[in-house]
């Protein structure tokens, strides 16, 4: 078929008088919508289609079948592995018009919403009913449920509240072959073999598209309280946390180091929390329920200086408070950005952060001593975010080529802590050349069975995760 007879052909399928789905092909949607935060690969899709139902998803899939085309999905677009990215004339399958909530549930605290409702959509509409949907980041305003799912996202509450994954109790997808699947219809207690629902969460749209998610909600947190604290040396990150963790219930534990916090002040809206420097700080945050939490949060804190661990700190005296010293954290990406960071996202279990981070750092500090290292994450579920600057006397591309090494470096490391080369974002295209650092060749193999099993001709965001 030529380009415009698949294009008519897509119309038909998603264009009905009850659910008018939408084509495009115009240059800047192609553009828009074929791509991702990363600026690696530029898009090239063939169209852009914008279904309403899961029933116009199927068509476009058994059309793709038929036709062997394949299929990119495409959310919030804020992902940083390329997972998401058309750059072989795929048609690009964008959720962005399947962004309704379908049904709620205040029994069973479980609302069904389509793929494309964004994630501050989810949690709006949890808080307008008294509940609480605790998965969150910094793209909470603009990723969608799919995606998010796709993905497994984590962000800043994983220590209390788990991944994405941990809030799923049913979805409805559509598989690699063309067929509607609805996955363990809601239920708390269901063993009645696979679990399918967790081979399509992290899968990253290579078996199927999930088109619905029934997802978990909770009761509200109360008073939520902020301590920021400036530590005196790295390895006090996992001091301070062993420490508040055996009183209190943590809703997050963040760091950024010293390098981090100055680019977020520098860039303005943003005040120290404090006059001491220090070379990291920890945020921490927790619910002061009563009087007696917040007694034991203080001897904590006064405990940990001490013992020479903490500098300086200082607590929230309100939910405005706490949002400004959360501005300290979640401003870091936007603050460095005009830098042209080089990023990673990477884990090792909680114990083993402190060594690990040190010696990337020391390698690479060793090898390119211009290069600004920042350092930030979610160190209480041992998720690091690793930020390199570009010097400013240094072209673009040199810099990228530069990165390819330390990419090298990092993921050796990676993999004698046994860790994580993708620890929130997935693989896509950007992390797939060094998957075997995280997975074993016969977990590989494996993968690559169960892809075969969903989607036999391999039309479903080919060229992702692994060829």
């Not at 109360?222 to 301590?227: A, R």
């Not at 050349?433 to 039309?459: C, H, M, V, W």
């Amino acid at each position: 078929m030529s380009s415009e007879q698949i294009i008519a052909a897509l119309e038909e399928l998603v264009t009905t008088a009850e659910n008018p789905g939408k084509v495009l092909t115009d240059p800047s949607d192609l553009d828009t919508y074929g791509k991702d935060w990363t600026k690696i690969y530029p898009p090239k899709p063939l169209a852009i289609v914008l279904p309403k139902t899961t029933e116009q998803v199927q068509a476009v899939v058994r059309f793709a079948n038929e036709n062997n085309i394949g299929l990119v999905p495409s959310g919030g677009r804020t992902g940083l592995s390329a997972g998401a990215v058309a750059a072989n004339g795929e048609i690009v399958v964008a959720f962005d018009n399947m962004n309704q909530v379908l049904d709620f549930n205040a029994s069973d605290r479980t609302v069904r919403c389509q793929a494309g409702v964004v994630t501050e959509q989810l949690q709006n509409f949890a808080e307008e009913n008294g509940l609480y949907y605790p998965v969150d980041f910094a793209s909470a305003g603009s990723s969608q449920l799919g995606g998010n799912l796709s993905t497994n996202a984590g962000g800043i509450k994983v220590i209390r509240y788990g991944m994405s994954r941990d809030w799923v109790a049913g979805l409805k997808v559509v598989t690699g072959k063309g067929d509607i699947l609805d996955l363990n219809k809601d239920l708390a207690k269901n063993n009645t073999g696979y679990d399918l629902r967790h081979l399509f969460i992290g899968a990253e749209g290579t078996l199927g598209f999930i088109t619905e998610a029934t997802m978990k909600l909770t009761r509200k947190p109360d008073n939520l309280t902020v301590l920021v604290l400036g530590l005196n040396d790295l390895v006090n990150t996992m001091d301070v946390l062993q420490s508040f963790q055996s009183k209190l219930d943590l809703t997050a534990y963040e760091f950024f180091s010293h390098q981090a916090m100055q680019h977020v002040l520098a860039h303005g809206q943003v005040q120290a929390p404090f006059e001491t420097e220090a070379p990291y700080y920890a945020l921490l945050e927790f619910e002061a329920v009563s009087d007696q939490v917040m007694d034991d949060a203080m001897a904590l804190f006064e405990e940990c200086v001490e013992k020479g661990w903490v500098l300086d700190g200082v607590i929230s005296q309100s939910e405005t408070q706490a949002n400004s010293l959360w501005q300290l954290r979640e401003r870091i990406s936007e603050s460095i950005a005009p830098r042209i960071p080089y990023k990673n996202d990477i884990s090792v279990v909680v114990s083993k952060v402190p060594g690990f981070l040190q010696e990337i750092d020391s390698v690479v500090t060793e090898h390119y001593p211009d290069f600004e290292i920042i350092w930030f994450g979610h160190i209480g579920d041992g998720n690091l975010h690793l930020n390199i600057l570009k010097p400013e006397d240094m072209a673009k591309e040199d810099f990228f080529e530069k990165c390819q090494q330390v990419n090298k470096w990092v993921f050796e490391i990676v993999e004698r802590y046994q860790g994580s080369v993708s620890a929130e974002h997935g693989v896509g295209m950007t992390k797939k050349p060094y998957l075997q650092y995280t997975r074993s060749e016969a977990e590989i193999a494996y993968l690559k069975g169960i892809k075969l099993a969903f989607d036999p001709n391999g039309i479903m965001n080919p060229g992702k995760i692994f060829d």
